[in-house]
Nanobody, 132 residues
Framework: VQLQASGGGLVQPGGSLRLSCTASGFTSEYYAIGWFRQYPGKEREGVACTSSGGGSPYYADSVKGRFTISRDNAKNTIYLQMNSLKPEDAAVYYC??????????????????????????WGQGTLVTVSS
């Protein structure tokens, strides 16, 4: 089981990037796949998640309306289209395979989130830098 994340780079504020996550060793369409990001010294935080079989994806409030997660099952690849990028979006982005077919969203204190502990395989990360 492997996940290969790519597509990171340097972009100006307001710009766009598309991250790709190519899966191998398993059929990604049967699993929920999530994107996480990690700031230096911080824990990984869930950004988006797509469940097997479709349905409404999960987005963190901080990226809702700007990021879009999608799949190309024929290519065994999951994408994260990131638009209107902000300096605070700069981080290392990881894709991960959920242990099951459905994204589980947790709620606490009015916030929603996905938990990294629900994911069992991780890509190597791709760096996104947002700077003018």
């Amino acid at each position: 089981v492997q996940l290969q994340a790519s597509g990171g780079g340097l972009v100006q504020p307001g710009g766009s990037l598309r991250l790709s996550c190519t899966a191998s060793g398993f059929t990604s369409e049967y699993y929920a796949i999530g994107w996480f990001r990690q700031y230096p010294g911080k824990e990984r935080e869930g950004v988006a998640c797509t469940s097997s079989g479709g349905g409404s994806p999960y987005y963190a409030d901080s990226v809702k309306g700007r990021f879009t997660i999608s799949r190309d099952n024929a290519k065994n690849t999951i994408y994260l289209q990131m638009n209107s990028l902000k300096p605070e979006d700069a981080a290392v982005y990881y894709c991960a395979r959920d242990k099951g077919p459905t994204c589980f969203v947790y709620y606490s204190g009015g916030n929603s989130y996905t938990d990294a502990g629900d994911f069992d395989s991780w890509g190597q990360g791709t760096l996104v830098t947002v700077s003018s």
